[in-house]
């Protein structure tokens, strides 16, 4: 870390996986905004033109310590949230809440390369919809998300789409 740096590793991760949401919103060309004030769990919401002007409501997270299970159904990973966060994503909302979590390489150098030919943003994220999930007692409840859902453009699409229908 450079010594004059402002944000700690935290704060990076946290930065790097706002441009993550960011860059797939502008890719799909949405629009994207904030709160003022995070005070309802919403890191950014991205919204789409056309009928009824779906939007998403997302909370965002990144970690470099993304752990995969084998579960029946395939693959996960599994991901530990603050109980407030579950909380907000689990209940019902007029816009759909997302969980938005950015897989990142430990070695901290590998997170951006930057050249002439290329920006990399190493690894993906991965979205989950807690949306109706049972209540949590714990702290810090353990979710799991399907290493299939990639946040990418594509998905965001469907995801909007599903929004625009009120099935999400």
């Known amino acids: 870390m450079v010594a004059d740096a402002l944000l700690p590793s935290e704060g990076r991760e946290e930065a790097l996986s706002n441009a993550y949401a960011r860059s797939v919103a502008a890719a799909a060309g949405y629009t994207t905004a904030d709160h003022d004030y995070d005070r309802s769990g919403t890191d950014l919401f991205v919204q789409a033109g056309g009928e009824f002007s779906p939007m998403l409501a997302l909370q965002l997270k990144a970690t470099v310590n993304l752990n995969p299970l084998k579960a029946m159904s395939g693959e996960v990973f599994s991901f ?6 579950h909380e907000w ?6 816009v759909p809440r997302l969980l938005v979590v950015l897989d990142m390489p430990k070695p901290e150098e590998d997170w951006i390369t930057i050249s002439t030919e290329e920006l990399v943003l190493r690894r993906c994220a991965y979205w989950l919809n807690l949306h109706g999930a049972s209540p949590s007692t714990a702290s810090m409840p353990t979710v799991q998300i399907p290493k299939s859902q990639i946040f990418d453009v594509a998905t965001l699409q469907m995801l909007m789409e599903e929004s625009r229908k009120g099935s999400l």
């Open 89 to 94: 994503l689990r209940r019902a909302s007029q």
């Open 80 to 85: 530990r949230l603050k109980a407030a966060n």
